[in-house]
């Protein structure tokens, strides 16, 4: 089987978790400090706080920028429904901004006709997440431009990003947003299993970041609203949740962060390879940005489909029968049934509904030999029926 992505787990790894798990704190110890210091250290955002996954990360960053009732977010439809869902635990509105045809990013020109419009009718979004679709950054200076003339918040989901970069910088430096968030789930570019983190350049926003992470509880004297009644003493300010992460995810992701630049460089050396190998097939290969150095999270073809005979469904199934594990990202979230409930439907967002019709994300991850390379390159080109 060759799966479209999979985690790389080393024996310093291994020793790594083990190490906490015959330690004091399996839970709230060391390991997450340090996990946070080494991602704030590899993007330069001053702040960064590990929880449980990145859509609690997400969660928290919408509540610490005070989404609530009444206010908007939005996103773009080609992601996952977390980028999305977010809004409406904080009981929001979520609307979408059709996707740039090259780069299937938030296009910073639709969401400028569409801010426009809202602007008239008293509806402009608190928040907009750009998404870094398959790593490759957005065009966050044009979209940051938008946020100081309109007067949005800017949460860029970078889940697929870490270790990429954008006009040279890393992502999550926060040059260009509130508050970046990542998630390190096996398929993505390092993992703790679940887990996720945000990282901010504002000290305010990491405190409220900090506070809802865990209950709204603090032992800081400073957050407190009388003094301490005794060594024992915390209190809670805030409604939080619980979500931490644990030592053991975080000394993983230690041990992962020591081979980051590594993977990404890894990951380009694949694509160029697919690149090669699939250079003379109808498909429309990724492309890249000048600006971007992408994290190469995913590999998306887009089928060609009036050139050759087999359907996109086919070719899927084609390549699922030869244990080739291919994915689809993303089902337009405006479609998911959930969605159409509150009135998106079908035509409401066409460039990112004529990707889905034809995108097929193909196995990328650091494992993958030569030979596997060129059997999906094969593969692909005969269920394609060429
Ligand atoms: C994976 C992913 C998430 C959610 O990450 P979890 O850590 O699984 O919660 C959110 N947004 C995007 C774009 C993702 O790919």
Redesign the pocket.
Known sequence: MIAYGRQDITQADIDAVIAVLQSDNLTQGPQIVKFENRVAAHTGALHAIAVS??????HIACLALDLGPGDWLWTTPN??V??ANCALYCGAQVDFVDTDPHSYNLCPVKLEEKLIVAALAGKLPKIVVP?H?TGQPCDMAAIHALGQKYGFKIIE?A??AIGGQYKGEPIGNGRYSDIT?F???P??IITTA???MALTNSAELATRLGLLRSHGITRDPALMTEPMQGPWYYQQVALGFNYRMTDIQAALGVSQMTRLVDYVKRRHDIARRYNELLADLPLTLPWQHPDSYSAY?LYVVRLQLDKFNTTHRQVFEALRAKDIIVNL?YIPVHTQPYYQKMGFKQGDFPDAEQYYREAISIPMHVNLTDEELQFVASSLREAMGL
């Open positions: 996954n990145a859509t609690a990360a997400l992601t996952f977390a980028s998404v679709l989901d889940s697929h968030v998630s390190f789930h398929v993505k679940e887990g996720g999270h990202h």
